[in-house]
């Protein structure tokens, strides 16, 4: 997401990530609520900043 939606910045960045994902997940035949996408989204988030540790620190920091 970080790399596709550039021009976004937090709730709308936020936003853009979740519609995705209900997308992909409905294409699959998944209906997930408001919340569990909340959920998947957070927690890829802190697996990607848990495994990439000062990298993501650094790269978030050149912005």
């Known amino acids: 997401m ?3 939606y550039v021009d976004l910045n937090g709730p709308a960045k ?3 990530a979740a519609e995705w ?3 992909r997940a409905r294409e699959r035949g998944l209906k997930l609520t408001a919340d ?5 989204v957070e927690a890829a988030l802190r697996q990607l900043k848990d495994s990439f540790g000062a990298e993501w620190s650094n ?3 050149r912005r």
């Open 2 to 4: 970080e790399q596709v």
């Open 14 to 16: 936020y936003q853009a």
């Open 21 to 23: 994902m209900e997308a």
């Open 36 to 40: 569990e996408v909340k959920g998947l």
């Open 59 to 61: 790269a978030a920091g």
